[in-house]
């Protein structure tokens, strides 16, 4: 049905109260209407293998670099009992919990031989910046997985880790057809998010996509992207023209490309 004013007040209500994170934004940017339903009316959804995975290797990280941050240095075998403490308490099947193990002991093993010695303990883990204002009405959030301190004046390397199959740079910056640029959208937003916060407190030149799995060769893979003014400049633009398009469900009429979109196809029952 066509939106009525009292919708329409509601949804933008409900968009200035949330602001935009950088999921929410590369959900409306894949979908509008994955945005509508995950984002903004947040229709519960049951967590997937994927999402419980890789919370309980986030927690086990941030938790692993929370004690190297107070100078407790833990052993691989620390980093794994962390995995192991947080993947056992989500509610997997038996044999996607038993699937579960054993990915997360070979990933975080792996990684921990691969990139131990370079771990530093000057760093800020699950940096969560709440609403920035781009506009009157515009807000963006979110939470960075690791943020390095490099100097003294406070110049940072921000991390993000990813679990599942690495991609290639191409794929991270979405220069080939089969990358959506998601990922280096994320390292920039979160340089938006640093320069506006606190002052501009920490200067973000850099960050780094971290695939904490291995290759189909066995190796771990990290790419490091400078962060540019300009790419900052950009992505407030697309932030702009989005925020406008919510606020005025400019995309009520509109359906993504996926033909197999089930919130498109959840759109579709509302014409019935």
């Not at 939106?3 to 329409?8: E, F, G, K, L, M």
């Not at 929370?66 to 056992?88: K, N, P």
């Not at 002991?105 to 792996?110: I, P, V």
């Not at 971290?210 to 697309?238: C, M």
Request: proline share 3%; charged share 25%; glycine share 6%.
């Amino acid at each position: 049905r066509i939106p009525q004013s009292s919708d329409i007040a509601y949804l933008n209500e409900l968009f200035i109260k949330q602001g935009l994170s950088v999921t929410a934004l590369n959900h409306y940017l894949s979908c509008p209407w994955s945005y509508f339903y995950t984002s903004l009316l947040r229709i519960p959804e049951a967590p997937s293998f994927a999402l419980m995975y890789g919370n309980a290797v986030d927690r086990a990280l941030t938790e692993y670099f929370d004690l190297l941050a107070t100078g407790t240095r833990g052993t691989r075998e620390d980093l794994v009992g962390l995995f192991e403490a947080f993947i056992t308490h989500q509610p997997l099947q038996a044999n996607d919990l038993q699937a579960a193990l054993v990915r997360g002991r070979t990933a975080l093993e792996g990684y921990y031989n691969a990139y131990h010695t370079s771990w530093k303990n000057n760093v800020i883990n699950q940096l969560r910046i709440p609403a920035v204002a781009i506009a009157d009405t515009i807000t963006v959030n979110g939470k960075i997985d690791k943020v390095e301190l490099l100097d003294a004046s406070n110049t940072v390397l921000v991390t993000d880790y990813k679990t599942g199959k690495p991609k290639s740079r191409a794929q991270i910056a979405g220069t080939v057809k089969d990358g959506d640029g998601n990922y280096l959208r994320q390292l920039v937003f979160y340089k938006l998010l640093l320069d506006r916060w606190q002052d501009g407190k920490y200067r973000m030149d850099t960050g780094v996509i971290d695939f904490v799995e291995p290759d189909a060769r066995g190796k771990y893979r990290r790419e490091e992207f400078a962060i540019s003014s300009a790419q900052v400049k950009e992505l407030e633009g697309t932030i702009r023209r989005v925020a406008e398009e919510i606020r005025s469900l400019a995309f009520w009429n509109t359906r993504c490309t996926n033909r197999d979109c089930p919130y498109c196809a959840l759109r579709n029952l509302m014409n019935k």
